[in-house]
């Protein structure tokens, strides 16, 4: 009987003293202040579905329609004149129309981080400042002019449709 009450205090001591020391031993996570505080400056940005005339020799061939989001960097953001969105519209009809930035005829040569890339540095040059910090793509469509007078099953190709991080909405209305 000794034996048996000895062996269970032997288990407890041990089983005590792992613990002790997994809890003396283990250390807590380390949180990258910087990180942290650089994600807390900045906001998302939904933009708007964009719909650019795709132009050729005849007139206009189709139209290209893009729906990007973004991360924007809140301070530079409020320091705006005009809004994000509108500004943002603004330049993606500049790069796209412009530059030409998607050829559709090539549509399978399409570099989507070369897309962002140059999104991205478009919109920082025309804000004056590291507005943007990424680019999301939802989706870019080709709608031909022939295609917008089918059937809504045979329009268009769908070029592209990318995923955007999901965003918890804000409740703006003071709760009312």
Sequence with gaps: MIKLIGTGVWILA??????????????????????AEREAAMEFVSGYTTTVPVIGEGGVNG?????????ANKELASKQVVPLPQMITDELYTLLVGKKLIDVEAAGSFDLEAFRGVVKEGLNRRFGAEVIAEVYVEQIDYLTTASVEQPPQKRGVTLLKGEVPAVEPTDKSGGH
Excluded: G, H, W
């Excluded at 041990?14 to 990258?32: E, G, N, R, W």
């Excluded at 139209?63 to 991360?71: G, H, N, S, V």
């Design 14 to 35: 041990i089983t005590l003293a792992s613990v002790y020391f997994s809890l003396t031993m283990a250390s807590a996570p380390k949180v990258d202040t910087a990180a």
């Design 63 to 71: 139209y290209l329609l893009t729906k990007l989001a973004y991360k």
